[in-house]
């Protein structure tokens, strides 16, 4: 295989008590790769304004194509993300917001 057909490298997303793990693809949103492996995530907009996914990575990072969408400064600060418009930069572990 040649360099110009590099294979796009993908993360482990974890969610869950169980120890649940997905592909997490860096060109898709994680809710997303989330839902491709089965993960019921909660979620309505997809664009980041609802907030119905909001969680917060255990371990991670994330990108966004877009300035923070949807989230109070309280949010960010506590690092707080939206699955639906945030890209995997990393191997994550995500929780459920009880914000």
């Known amino acids: 295989m040649s360099e110009s057909q590099a294979v796009i490298p993908f993360f482990i997303a974890k969610v869950g ?9 860096p060109d898709q949103p994680l809710l997303v790769s989330l839902e491709q492996g089965g993960v019921d995530w909660p979620s309505s907009c997809r664009n980041g304004t609802c907030r119905t996914c909001i969680g917060v990575p255990a371990k991670g990072e994330v990108r966004y194509d877009m300035d923070w969408p949807g989230l109070s400064p309280e949010e960010k ?3 707080c993300v939206l699955p639906c418009v945030a890209y995997p930069m990393s191997d994550l572990e995500l929780e459920g ?3």
């Open 77 to 79: 600060a506590e690092g």
């Open 17 to 25: 008590d169980d120890g649940t793990q997905v592909d997490a693809w």
């Open 97 to 99: 917001s009880s914000i």
